[in-house]
């Protein structure tokens, strides 16, 4: 019985036998991949911050928040998915590791291209707001921005605190990257085709579920990218949109690795083998 899968971090199809792996180790290098996660996290956070910034000022209703987070997952899963795996958030890619699916190596410039790539998009709508007069009435730029950012406290949309606030996004980020540990595995034979509107209806439901609480953040990446154009407290705040999200992924990571189908280990540890060797 042999399965052919697409791995999640952008190989060439894995060949997955009873008792042997075939490994295709040619693909994108890490700085192609890299650079499809700048562009892939830059258009999750212009749909999704977009939609966040506007909607307000449009009244374009409760669920524009999350569609635009959802659309511009599964947008740049489709753009980029069989480039970099399109994780798009460094709680994917860290939770991926640890899951034992994604090489080490390749997570700090996965997250550094995100975080690229986030606050290029929330920089551009800070430099085409601070350019139109009308958004003058509204406030300052870093105001403006401010309110697409992610907080606790008094600047949770409804005031909750700091333990609530890392409590969910743990949750969602645990519920996220089990997700897409999901429906990458190689036990999924489905999952290639559907992934990019499962992950990206998920994240859609997991951000309207986190609004109220810390704006949905759910993404290390996209909190730092409009906290760095906004007022200072989202910067002040800001890491705990990194502890939360990356000990949600953590978690799942850990579970999958443990409860996981031995497949997904077995065909990393044939790749990592290979890709040594040939180094």
């Not at 009873?18 to 749909?47: H, K, N, W, Y």
């Not at 743990?170 to 990257?177: H, Y």
């Not at 996209?222 to 990194?242: E, H, K, M, N, P």
């Amino acid at each position: 019985m042999t399965e052919q899968d697409t791995s999640p971090w952008g190989d060439e199809p894995v060949v997955v036998a009873d008792e042997a792996i075939v490994v295709q180790t040619s693909g994108p290098s890490l700085l192609a991949r890299s650079a499809a996660e700048a562009g892939g996290t830059f258009i999750l956070v212009f749909m999704g911050v977009g939609a966040a910034l506007f909607s307000g000022v449009l009244q374009w209703g409760a669920l524009a928040v999350p569609f635009g987070f959802a659309l511009g997952v599964i947008i740049a899963a489709l753009i980029f998915g069989g480039i970099s795996g399109a994780h798009l958030n460094p709680a994917v890619t860290f939770g991926v590791w640890i899951a034992g699916r994604f090489p080490g190596r390749d997570v700090a410039p996965y997250i550094v291209a995100q975080v690229i790539g986030a606050t290029a998009a929330a920089g551009m709508f800070s430099l085409l707001v601070a350019n139109n007069a009308l958004y003058d009435q509204l406030g300052t730029t870093r105001a403006f921005i401010s309110g697409a950012s992610n907080g606790y406290g008094e600047h949770s949309p409804t005031q909750f605190g700091i333990l609530s606030a890392a409590l969910i996004e743990i949750v969602i980020a645990a519920l996220l990257v089990s997700v897409v540990l999901s429906v990458t595995s190689v036990t999924n034979k489905a999952g290639a085709a559907l992934a990019p509107f499962g992950i990206g209806l998920t994240v859609g439901f997991l951000v309207l579920i986190a609004i109220p609480f810390t704006n949905g953040a759910l993404n290390p990446a996209r909190a730092t990218g409009t906290a760095i154009w906004s007022d200072i407290w989202a910067l002040q705040q800001v890491w705990l949109f990194w502890a939360a999200p990356l000990i949600g992924g953590a978690v799942a990571g850990v579970l999958f690795r443990a409860l996981g189908p031995k497949q997904d280990l077995l065909r990393y540890a044939v790749m990592e083998t290979i890709v040594v060797v040939e180094d």
